[in-house]
């Protein structure tokens, strides 16, 4: 499957855990492995004007964003550690592909030291 199919599927998957009424979604996603663990960090939200409520992405969202990752961008030799993704209500969106070690997962391993 090409990436865009597989950008299209997560967005149908992560509108199925939206609430109707919404005019901007954002969503902070990060696997990355580490200490021999994988690390499963995310953080979705709807906005209404200023208005921010959590979003709770389902599993098959999940399984999108983790198939994204196995499917390295086209140019990349290693797959992404973490992303930012915008979507507005009309239909607008925007994938953000980072690597390296992702901030939620670096604070992890920061508190993890000690």
């Known amino acids: 499957m090409d990436m865009i199919k597989l950008q299209e599927q997560f967005i149908e998957e992560l509108l199925e855990s939206t609430p109707e ?3 901007r ?14 690390s499963e960090i ?3 939200n709807s906005f209404v ?3 921010k409520t959590d979003l709770d992405l389902t599993i098959e969202a999940l399984e999108g964003l983790q198939a994204l990752q196995d499917h390295p961008p086209q140019g990349q030799a290693e797959p992404w550690t973490w ?5 507005d209500d009309s239909g ?3 994938f953000d592909y980072q690597y390296g070690v992702p901030p939620l997962v670096a604070r992890e391993m920061a508190a993890q030291k000690g």
Do not use: M, Q
């Open 83 to 87: 992303l930012k993704f915008v979507l």
């Open 25 to 38: 979604i954002e969503v902070h996603y990060e696997r990355y492995a580490w200490s021999g663990e994988t």
């Open 21 to 23: 009424d919404w005019e």
């Open 92 to 94: 607008r969106y925007h």
């Open 42 to 44: 995310y953080i979705a």
């Open 49 to 51: 004007g200023s208005e």
